[in-house]
């Protein structure tokens, strides 16, 4: 009987390799492709240029807000300086005895009482209008004997019953009826006088 091959290991044909070595073709070459890298579409542009157009209103509207915001901070320091100023007056007239002078320092003009007027402190017009005074002023009212503000960022503001963008201030004085029962019918007395806005507002 012949002797059957039982090495089932393929073999090379001229080659003096080992059964047991693996062959490793030739690596074949394929053609590169390039990838042309696309542009902005139509709708993609338009998209990413709603979105800048959208954000920046929203930055606008805040920078607007805030710029408002500011001018009303500066407008209440300023009111909050006259009314220390006018207590200061007041209390010179109760040192001095000169009680009776209250009237004229309620019609004082309120700028007068400062050693140094604000820079926006546009002077003294007789009946003046939102129109006729720049937007952002303090001027004072020599018809009314009011003190006027004219407000430049408004659109948080809602003005009072006559519906002009201004803030008018004048000088109250304030009187009560005496407590003591000697005093009873005598005139009403004295009790401050405060600094404030002739009728009420709201602004932000």
Not at 73 to 82: I, N, P, R, S, Y
Not at 190 to 200: H, N, R, W
Request: with cysteine; proline share 8%.
């Amino acid at each position: 009987m012949s002797k059957q091959n039982t090495d089932a290991s393929p073999k090379v044909q001229g080659s003096n390799l080992s059964p047991f070595t693996f062959y490793i073709a030739p690596a074949r070459s394929y053609p590169l492709r390039m990838c042309a890298s696309k542009g902005f579409t139509l709708i993609e542009l338009i998209v990413v240029i709603s979105i800048i157009v959208v954000l920046m209103g929203l930055f606008f509207n805040r920078m607007l807000f805030y710029q408002e915001q500011a001018e009303k901070v500066a407008m209440e320091q300023m009111a909050g300086t006259l009314q220390s100023a006018l207590t200061l007056q007041y209390a010179q007239l109760l040192t001095r005895g000169k009680s009776s002078d209250v009237p004229a320092l309620v019609l004082d003009n309120p700028m007068n009482w400062l050693q140094k007027k604000p820079h926006n402190y546009a002077g003294e017009f007789y009946d003046p209008t939102p129109l006729t005074v720049e937007s952002g002023n303090w001027v004072f009212d020599l018809k009314s004997r009011e003190l006027v503000y004219v407000v430049r960022n408004a659109n948080y503001f809602r003005p009072g019953n006559d519906g002009k963008k201004w803030i008018r201030f004048h000088v109250a004085a304030n009187y009560a009826p005496s407590r003591l029962p000697s005093l009873q019918n005598a005139p009403p007395e004295l009790t401050g006088i405060v600094f404030e806005p002739v009728e009420p507002y709201a602004w932000l």
